[in-house]
C-alpha cells in the first residue's frame, strides 16, 4: 500500500504492481518518490475496444499509476489529496531540506518537510560545518559532502530565533543619533540542523551529468548512466 505523503527517496512500491507516473522514478524494480508531496494512486482504465476476428493474443491488464502531487503553491488554488501544512519545525523533529547555498563554514537550505508534514512554504535552514559529522569536525569539506540541489535528512538542534523592532533611543545609537522611524533589525533567522547521526545526510542527489545517483557507500554516490562516482556525506537507509 503506497504511503499518503512520501518525499525524495520513498519507496512507493515495485514496479511489478505499479506504473510509474510524475514526480518518481524506478531504481531495481521498485518506484520511489523524486519530490515531496501527497502521493497519487490512479486505477488502470480497462479499454473497451471490439474484439477482432481471429485468434486473440491475451494483453497484461493495464497497472495502476502512482505519482506524486506538489503541495498547493497557495491556499486558495485546489490540489488533489494535498496534505501541506505550516507545521513550524520545533528541536529534535527530523527535517527533509534541499541545499540553496553553499559557503565555507556552513551550507543554506530550504526545509520542505517536518516529520511527516509537507511543508506549503519552505523554511530558512543552516547545517554548520561543526555539525555536518560527529568526528574529526575539524577536517570536514562541506564542498565533499553537500551540492547545491541535494536532498538531505536532518534534525532540528536549535529553533529560530527572532528579532524584533528596537526603540527609537536604541536606533538613535545604533545610527549614530540620526532621526527617524524605528527600524526591524530583521526577520526570522535561519533553523540550525545538525547530520551527525549515521542515519541523517544526502538521501537524494543529482550528478554533474544531471543523472538520479543511488548511494554506494557512507561517502559516495554513483551515477547510473556513467558510472562516475561524487562523494556526499551520505544518510544511512533506514
Known amino acids: 500500500m503506497p504511503p499518503p505523503t512520501a518525499y525524495p527517496g520513498v519507496a512507493l512500491g515495485p514496479s511489478s504492481k505499479y506504473a510509474p507516473g510524475p514526480g518518481t522514478h524506478v531504481h531495481e524494480g521498485q518506484i520511489y518518490a523524486s519530490l515531496a508531496g501527497s502521493v497519487i494512486t490512479t486505477p488502470s482504465s480497462t479499454p473497451t475496444a471490439a474484439p477482432k476476428p481471429g485468434p486473440t ?25 494535498v496534505s501541506a501544512t505550516n507545521t513550524l519545525p520545533a528541536v529534535n523533529d527530523v527535517v527533509l531540506a534541499r541545499v540553496a547555498r553553499l559557503q565555507t563554514r556552513q551550507i543554506t537550505v530550504a526545509i520542505l518537510v517536518v516529520g511527516e508534514a509537507v511543508c506549503a512554504d519552505s523554511f530558512a535552514g543552516v547545517v554548520r560545518k561543526e555539525d555536518v559529522r560527529g568526528w574529526e569536525v575539524d577536517r570536514v569539506v562541506l564542498g565533499e559532502g553537500f551540492r547545491v540541489g541535494d536532498v538531505i535528512r536532518g534534525v532540528v538542534v536549535s529553533g529560530a530565533a527572532f528579532l524584533f523592532l528596537v526603540d527609537l533611543r536604541r536606533m538613535r545609537e545604533i545610527a549614530g543619533g540620526s532621526h527617524g522611524v524605528p527600524i526591524s533589525l530583521g526577520d526570522q533567522a535561519s533553523y540550525y540542523l545538525s547530520t551527525a547521526r549515521n542515519e541523517l545526510g544526502v538521501i537524494m542527489a543529482t550528478s554533474e551529468d544531471g543523472n538520479t545517483m543511488y548511494p554506494i557507500s557512507w561517502k559516495e554516490f554513483r551515477d547510473p548512466v556513467t558510472g562516475r562516482t561524487e562523494s556526499r556525506k551520505v544518510a544511512k537507509p533506514f
Open 57 to 81: 493474443k491475451s494483453q497484461p491488464p493495464p497497472l495502476p499509476q502512482l505519482s506524486v502531487a506538489r503541495p498547493a503553491p497557495h491556499p486558495g488554488i485546489p490540489s488533489r489529496l
